[in-house]
């Protein structure tokens, strides 16, 4: 019988050789999504041993497009770790099939736990927010992912690059515009209610979903909320840039 260890020790030798694995959902249908959580634990653990560190988390999912298309009614999510969190150069040799989407992320400036935790509580946690690339990327074969095997595998999660500007957030996120461009042209558009309907809801679902787990979320942390446009396909000598009304522009390239 396959374990959640076996499965976590296939995702952290896929990511390290970059060579994609089966979904597990073929050989088990009946995997949960409380079965893949506990996979991303231990491959996250297994992470975690090699000396990296947490410095956030990011939601999956949050659009009701996305949820749809995997039939389900809620984001899923993954940590962020330290040394998925870049500059502004990728190496594409270091991801299988990435792909990138525009986010607004969520700086802390004061703990966050749920149980309960609503909208007005998570908003006075947030100390800005940051204009957001994510580079998502799959130790999954072909993209062929049910819900429990994007959940194992850190909500596929390949790497972040954040804007250079914290911003306060005065103003109402659900509101703020976004166009996303490869190599100079325009490819989606997008705004931040695309985000479980707002940012903030997407940090306090985030979360009252990790207060069962002991999880407090720490100052000094980022969430990114979630994608706000269909992900694109990039490979290298790529060039995407995202600009958002308020937040300003962030901008990544893949070498």
Known sequence: MTTAQDRAEALYAARRDRRPIEPFTDAD????????YEVQTRFASELLADGDAISGYKLGLTSKAMQQMMGISAPDYG????SMVHDGALDTDSFIRPRAEAEIALVLDRPLAGPNVTNIEAARAVG???????VVDSRIADWRIRLADTISDLASIGGVVLGSRIVPVD???RLVGMTFSLNGSIVATGAGAAAL???????????NTLAPHGVTLEPGMFIMTGAL???VD???????????????PVSLRMA
């Open 128 to 134: 800005g927010a940051v204009a957001a690339i994510e």
């Open 229 to 231: 446009h269909a992900a």
């Open 171 to 173: 103003f109402d996120l």
């Open 79 to 82: 940590p962020v770790l330290h």
């Open 234 to 248: 990039v490979d290298a000598g790529d060039v995407v840039r995202a600009d958002f009304d308020r937040l300003g």
């Open 29 to 36: 249908p009946a995997m949960t999504a409380d079965d893949a």
């Open 197 to 207: 309907g707002n940012p903030i809801t997407a940090l306090a679902w985030l979360a």
